[in-house]
Nanobody, 125 residues
Framework: VQLQASGGGLVQAGYSLRLSCAVS????????LGWFRQAPGKEREFVAA????????RYADSVKGRFAISRDNAGNTVWLQMNSLKPEDTAVYYCAAPRLSYTDVLTAAAAYGYWGQGTLVTVSS
Protein backbone atom coordinates (compact mmCIF):
# COMPACT_ATOMS: atom_id res chain seq x y z
CA VAL A 1 0.00 0.00 0.00
CA GLN A 2 1.33 3.43 -0.93
CA LEU A 3 0.03 6.89 -0.17
CA GLN A 4 1.81 9.71 -1.99
CA ALA A 5 1.01 13.20 -0.73
CA SER A 6 1.86 16.32 -2.70
CA GLY A 7 0.94 19.97 -3.06
CA GLY A 8 2.58 21.52 -0.04
CA GLY A 9 4.59 24.71 -0.21
CA LEU A 10 5.18 28.18 1.17
CA VAL A 11 2.26 30.61 1.05
CA GLN A 12 1.27 33.85 2.72
CA ALA A 13 -1.49 33.98 5.27
CA GLY A 14 -4.91 34.22 3.66
CA TYR A 15 -3.94 32.27 0.57
CA SER A 16 -4.94 28.74 -0.46
CA LEU A 17 -3.29 25.42 -1.17
CA ARG A 18 -4.66 22.11 -2.40
CA LEU A 19 -3.03 18.92 -1.21
CA SER A 20 -3.38 15.68 -3.13
CA CYS A 21 -2.83 12.11 -2.06
CA ALA A 22 -2.57 9.31 -4.60
CA VAL A 23 -3.36 5.92 -3.09
CA SER A 24 -2.46 2.51 -4.48
CA UNK A 25 -2.45 -1.07 -3.28
CA UNK A 26 -5.88 -1.21 -1.68
CA UNK A 27 -9.54 -1.26 -2.71
CA UNK A 28 -9.76 2.52 -2.58
CA UNK A 29 -13.53 2.89 -2.74
CA UNK A 30 -14.04 0.72 0.35
CA UNK A 31 -11.74 2.77 2.60
CA UNK A 32 -12.37 5.86 4.66
CA LEU A 33 -9.47 8.29 4.43
CA GLY A 34 -8.05 11.09 6.52
CA TRP A 35 -5.61 13.97 6.71
CA PHE A 36 -3.51 14.69 9.76
CA ARG A 37 -0.79 17.24 10.47
CA GLN A 38 2.18 17.63 12.74
CA ALA A 39 3.70 20.97 13.59
CA PRO A 40 7.26 21.26 14.92
CA GLY A 41 7.41 20.17 18.54
CA LYS A 42 3.77 19.10 18.60
CA GLU A 43 1.82 15.88 18.45
CA ARG A 44 0.22 14.71 15.23
CA GLU A 45 -3.35 15.96 15.09
CA PHE A 46 -6.48 15.17 13.15
CA VAL A 47 -7.43 17.59 10.37
CA ALA A 48 -10.15 16.04 8.23
CA ALA A 49 -11.70 12.71 7.29
CA UNK A 50 -14.03 11.39 4.62
CA UNK A 51 -16.09 8.24 4.35
CA UNK A 52 -15.91 5.79 1.45
CA UNK A 53 -18.37 7.64 -0.77
CA UNK A 54 -17.25 11.17 -0.03
CA UNK A 55 -20.67 12.15 1.27
CA UNK A 56 -19.69 12.22 4.93
CA UNK A 57 -16.88 14.36 6.24
CA ARG A 58 -15.50 15.46 9.59
CA TYR A 59 -13.17 18.33 10.46
CA ALA A 60 -11.12 19.54 13.36
CA ASP A 61 -12.63 22.67 14.89
CA SER A 62 -9.50 24.62 14.01
CA VAL A 63 -10.03 24.13 10.25
CA LYS A 64 -13.81 23.93 10.00
CA GLY A 65 -15.13 26.32 7.39
CA ARG A 66 -11.69 26.79 5.81
CA PHE A 67 -10.63 23.31 4.73
CA ALA A 68 -12.50 20.78 2.59
CA ILE A 69 -11.71 17.11 2.06
CA SER A 70 -12.87 15.30 -1.07
CA ARG A 71 -12.09 12.15 -2.98
CA ASP A 72 -12.27 10.60 -6.43
CA ASN A 73 -12.88 6.87 -6.23
CA ALA A 74 -12.26 6.44 -9.94
CA GLY A 75 -8.85 8.09 -9.69
CA ASN A 76 -7.81 6.75 -6.26
CA THR A 77 -7.10 10.26 -5.02
CA VAL A 78 -8.06 12.27 -1.96
CA TRP A 79 -7.64 16.02 -1.72
CA LEU A 80 -7.50 18.62 1.01
CA GLN A 81 -8.46 22.11 -0.13
CA MET A 82 -7.08 24.62 2.34
CA ASN A 83 -8.38 28.20 2.18
CA SER A 84 -7.73 31.26 4.32
CA LEU A 85 -4.51 29.72 5.58
CA LYS A 86 -3.07 30.93 8.88
CA PRO A 87 0.48 30.73 10.25
CA GLU A 88 -0.76 28.18 12.78
CA ASP A 89 -1.61 25.84 9.90
CA THR A 90 2.12 25.40 9.29
CA ALA A 91 2.88 21.69 9.60
CA VAL A 92 3.71 18.52 7.74
CA TYR A 93 0.45 17.14 6.39
CA TYR A 94 -0.11 13.40 6.11
CA CYS A 95 -2.79 11.43 4.32
CA ALA A 96 -3.81 8.15 5.90
CA ALA A 97 -5.89 5.02 5.37
CA PRO A 98 -6.96 2.38 7.88
CA ARG A 99 -5.16 -0.95 7.75
CA LEU A 100 -8.41 -2.80 7.09
CA SER A 101 -11.28 -1.77 4.87
CA TYR A 102 -13.56 0.57 6.81
CA THR A 103 -16.17 2.75 5.23
CA ASP A 104 -17.27 5.25 7.88
CA VAL A 105 -15.47 8.42 8.95
CA LEU A 106 -12.48 7.89 11.25
CA THR A 107 -10.96 10.70 13.31
CA ALA A 108 -8.50 8.93 15.63
CA ALA A 109 -4.91 8.55 14.44
CA ALA A 110 -4.80 5.12 16.07
CA ALA A 111 -7.49 3.94 13.64
CA TYR A 112 -5.18 4.48 10.68
CA GLY A 113 -2.51 2.00 9.69
CA TYR A 114 -1.18 3.36 6.40
CA TRP A 115 0.44 6.78 6.17
CA GLY A 116 1.87 8.85 3.37
CA GLN A 117 5.29 10.45 3.59
CA GLY A 118 3.92 13.90 4.38
CA THR A 119 4.04 17.21 2.57
CA LEU A 120 5.21 20.43 4.23
CA VAL A 121 2.92 23.43 4.36
CA THR A 122 4.43 26.69 5.55
CA VAL A 123 2.24 29.74 6.03
CA SER A 124 3.99 33.07 6.53
CA SER A 125 2.39 36.03 8.26
Amino acid sequence: VQLQASGGGLVQAGYSLRLSCAVSGLAFSTYALGWFRQAPGKEREFVAAVNWSGRRTRYADSVKGRFAISRDNAGNTVWLQMNSLKPEDTAVYYCAAPRLSYTDVLTAAAAYGYWGQGTLVTVSS
